[in-house]
C-alpha cells in the first residue's frame, strides 16, 4: 500500500542533539564554576545548583519520554492503518493526526520548559561568579588585615624589645639582686608583657586600714613627697614586718615561704602626699598546697 502524503514520518525532526549537547554545556559550566569556588558558602550553594540543575534534567528527561512514547504511538498506528482496509483509513489518519498535534504541543511545552531551565542555570550561574567575585575581595581584606597586624605586632615587639633593654636590676633591700624595676607605667606594661613575674599595681593613702594587695597586706604609716621617702607595713603569713623611711624605685624584698621559695618584692613609683603608688611583684611559681 502506498503512503499516503499526509502520514507522519518515522523519526521527529526535534534536535535531540542540540537539546543534549546544551544540556552537556550547561553540566560543565556548573561544574567547572563549582571547581573555582574557594570558600564554604560557595560550595554550598554550587552543590544547591547542582541539585537544581539535576532536577531540570530529571524534568526534560521525562518530558523527552513522553514524547518517544507518542511517536512509537504513531508509528504503531500507521502500521495498522496500512493492515486496515481502505473505509477505515480515513478515521485512522485522523487519530493519528490528533496524536501528531498532541505530540507537537508537548514539544512546544518541552521547548518552553529548555528556554526558562536555561534561563534559571544562566542566573543562578551569574549569582556564584558575583558570589566569588565577591569572596575574592575579602579574602583580599582580609590579607591586608593580616599584613597590617603582623606589622603592628612587630613595632609592638620592638618597642617593648626596647624598653626591656632600658630597665635595670637593683640590689634589694635583702641585699638579693632583684628582677628588672619598673619607675613608671609604661615600663611596668612592657614587664607585664615580658611575663617574668606576677604584677599588681596599687595605690595606697594613709588614712586607709591595711590594703589587699595581691596575696598580702599593706599599710601606709608615713609619706615624705618632698624626699621621696615613705614607711610601709607589710602583713604576710600572719606576719607584720615594717619597711621604714624607704626612697622610691627601690626594691623592697620579703618572704612568703607559705607560697614560694623566691622574695617577694614591692617598689614604689610616687610618694604624694599621704599617698604613695606602686607595684607588687611576686613569683610565677608558686608553693604547691598541702
Do not use: C
Not at 499516503?4 to 552537556?24: M, V
Not at 531540570?56 to 502500521?79: C, F, P, Q, T
Not at 496500512?82 to 498532541?102: F, P, S, V, W
Amino acid at each position: 500500500m502506498e503512503n499516503h502524503p499526509n502520514s507522519i514520518p518515522a523519526r521527529s525532526g526535534f534536535p535531540w542533539g542540540t537539546t543534549l549537547a546544551g544540556l552537556a554545556l550547561a553540566g560543565v559550566i556548573g561544574t567547572g564554576m563549582w571547581h573555582q569556588s574557594t570558600s564554604v558558602n560557595n560550595r554550598q550553594e554550587m552543590d544547591a545548583m547542582r541539585k537544581d540543575v539535576a532536577a531540570l534534567h530529571d524534568k526534560i528527561a521525562a518530558s523527552n519520554r513522553e514524547v518517544i512514547e507518542s511517536l512509537e504511538a504513531i508509528r504503531g498506528d500507521l502500521d495498522n492503518t496500512r493492515k486496515e482496509t481502505a473505509t477505515t483509513i480515513g478515521q485512522t489518519r485522523i487519530a493519528a493526526l490528533r496524536r501528531a498535534d498532541l505530540v507537537a504541543s508537548r514539544l512546544n511545552k518541552l521547548q518552553s520548559l529548555q528556554t526558562e531551565q536555561s534561563t534559571q542555570l544562566s542566573e543562578q550561574l551569574q549569582q556564584i561568579k558575583s558570589s566569588s567575585e565577591e569572596t575574592s575581595a575579602k579574602l583580599t581584606d582580609i590579607t591586608s588585615d593580616v599584613g597590617n597586624v603582623k606589622t603592628e605586632v612587630a613595632s609592638t615587639k620592638s618597642t617593648l624589645d626596647t624598653t626591656i633593654a632600658d630597665l635595670r636590676r637593683a640590689t634589694g633591700d635583702m641585699g638579693i639582686m632583684s628582677g628588672l624595676i619598673a619607675t613608671n607605667s609604661r615600663e611596668l606594661a612592657a614587664l607585664k608583657e615580658f611575663g617574668e613575674r606576677n604584677y599588681y599595681e596599687f595605690t595606697l593613702t594613709r588614712d586607709a586600714k591595711n590594703q589587699k594587695v595581691g596575696d598580702i597586706q599593706i599599710a601606709l604609716k608615713k609619706a615624705d613627697p618632698k624626699r621621696n621617702r615613705f614607711t610601709i607595713e607589710v602583713l604576710a603569713d600572719d606576719k607584720k614586718v615594717e619597711k621604714k623611711d624607704r626612697n622610691i624605685n627601690e626594691p623592697i624584698q620579703f618572704y612568703v615561704l607559705s607560697k614560694a621559695r623566691q622574695p617577694y618584692e614591692l617598689v614604689i613609683n610616687e610618694v604624694k602626699k599621704n599617698v604613695i603608688s606602686g607595684y607588687l611583684a611576686t613569683p610565677k611559681v608558686r608553693m604547691a598546697r598541702n
